[in-house]
């Protein structure tokens, strides 16, 4: 029985998921273009000029990051910056959480699942930033080797250390 609903057993009509994405991606930005509106000066129509385009585009950015600050609390810094390159250029607009706040024991999230680590921050003269490097808890004792945790993947610090090393004390 034949299924298949695509030209060519499918093979013409393929989308890669990344594809995908990147297609409604750019739906999307292009949405909400159509939809910025200034302060004051009502709606915007399409076609826009090269200066409305980039005003509507500052618009967009500075809404999406007053969206971003209000939804996610937590995070209190709000940063945009573009990307340039051979393929074209994108706007990042990232919520900076930091909830590093000294050696100590910390809930990590690794491939999905929470991990609990001991956490210390160390400076990397080659890199120029300082860099967290975590131990993970094995029967009572921080074992090696150690992880490089990324800022980002920090959920919460754990007040009074960790179950082990509660139960060592």
């Known amino acids: 029985m034949h299924n298949d609903h695509n030209a ?24 909400l273009l159509a939809t910025a509106t200034a302060e004051g000066v009502g709606h915007l129509h399409l076609p826009l000029s090269e200066g409305q385009l980039s005003e509507a585009m500052e618009i967009c950015i500075r809404q999406i990051k007053t969206l971003l600050a209000l939804l996610r609390g937590d995070c209190p810094t709000v940063r945009s910056h573009r990307v340039v390159a051979a393929a074209g250029s994108a706007i990042v607009i990232t919520a900076a959480r930091n909830v590093f706040d000294g050696e100590g024991f910390y809930q990590v999230e690794v491939n999905g699942t929470v991990v609990v680590y001991h956490v210390r921050g160390w400076w990397s003269e080659e890199e120029q930033e300082q860099q967290l490097w975590g131990a993970r808890i094995w029967d009572g004792f921080l074992i090696a080797p150690r992880d490089l945790i990324a800022p980002a993947s920090i959920l919460r610090k754990v007040e009074g250390g960790s179950d082990a090393e509660r139960q060592r004390s």
């Not at 989308?15 to 292009?30: K, T």
Request: hydrophobic share 45%; charged share 20%; net charge negative.
């Open 8 to 31: 060519n057993g499918g093979l013409d009509a393929s989308f890669s998921r990344r594809e995908f994405f990147l297609i409604a991606e750019g739906s999307s930005a292009a949405a």
